[in-house]
């Protein structure tokens, strides 16, 4: 079907459901619906879920973890965790629910002439790394930095490619291990810490946004970085509706800027970092 208010949008009917690890579950859509739908091959291609009625619709964006034009099957990976709507239905799913789901977009680019990759990303980004991993043609160098809960977590993934991993765990302890938070090392300064090869390089990242904006200063700022030699994106927001009560305060501010940018030019990548750096500015 398509919708008159925005992408085009199908019927998804739920197959199976299972853990991937004991904090993602996957759930396998199937069902006629799906016939037209079609996947851009962009490991980290992003759909929306629609959740609720008509009335009281709720959209959360995901990753397609894989499409398979012959059934046609579509898996959905969901990172489990508290007060999440999203993670709830997918805990509660059953063979036959159904769930309209929108076409997908992806932004995963590395230059031709990159020599190496580092993929970053927490949970809500873990399915679009790995697979991007499992899409690594022979003889590729990517390193990886992930956070998960724990060891249990982790997820490695066949590949023609040559992958190195660097692991962090955010659980305060887990069974047979000590691990206190205040331990746990932040993506963005594992990232900082890391000695990248030399040569031409692609880095892609998807954390929570202050990481991520983190993560993009770094390359840009620092390290002086075109911006097609990075996708760094923000999936989600710690503290969001205090972070919301901030900026609904210098809302029209920030929006004079992005206008003026627009106005001057800038768009994609460029936009966003003028928006990050005045966001920045205001302590946000």
């Known amino acids: 079907m398509v919708s008159s208010a925005g992408p085009r949008t199908f019927d998804a009917v739920t197959v199976s459901t299972m853990f991937v690890t004991p904090a993602m579950i996957r759930v396998r859509f199937g069902g006629s619906g799906l016939e037209e739908f079609e996947s851009t091959g ?22 397609v973890r894989a499409f398979d034009p012959q059934g046609p099957f579509l898996d959905v990976d969901f990172a489990v965790h508290d007060g999440g709507i999203a993670a709830k ?14 076409e997908a977009r992806g932004w995963y680019k590395p230059p031709v002439d990159s020599r190496w990759q580092l993929l970053v990303a927490d949970m809500t980004g873990l399915p679009a790394l790995t697979r991007a991993i499992e899409q690594l043609p022979a003889g590729a160098r990517a390193f990886v930095i992930a956070s998960v809960p724990n060891h249990a977590d982790e997820q490695t993934v066949p590949t023609q490619g040559a992958v190195s991993y660097q692991w962090l765990h ?6 047979g291990r000590v691990e206190l ?64 009560q901030r900026y609904t ?31 920045e500015q205001v302590g946000l």
């Open 170 to 175: 955010t659980d305060r302890q887990e069974p």
């Open 89 to 102: 239905w997918a805990l509660g799913a059953k063979p036959g629910d159904r769930l309209e789901v929108s």
């Open 249 to 279: 305060q210098v809302q029209q501010h920030i929006d004079a800027i992005r206008e003026q940018a627009i106005a001057d030019g800038k768009s994609g990548k460029e936009l966003t970092q003028v928006v990050d750096s005045a966001l």
């Open 181 to 244: 938070a205040s331990t746990v090392t932040p993506l963005s300064d594992a990232v900082r810490a890391c000695r990248l090869p030399v040569g031409p390089g692609y880095v892609w990242a998807a954390t929570e946004a202050s990481e991520a904006r983190s993560i993009r200063k770094y390359f840009h700022r620092e390290r002086s970085w075109g911006p097609d030699r990075f996708e760094i994106k923000g999936y989600w927001r710690r503290d969001k509706e205090q972070w919301q």
């Open 42 to 63: 962009v490991p980290d291609e992003r759909l929306r879920l629609f959740f609720g009625t008509a009335a009281e619709r709720v959209v959360r964006s995901y990753t």
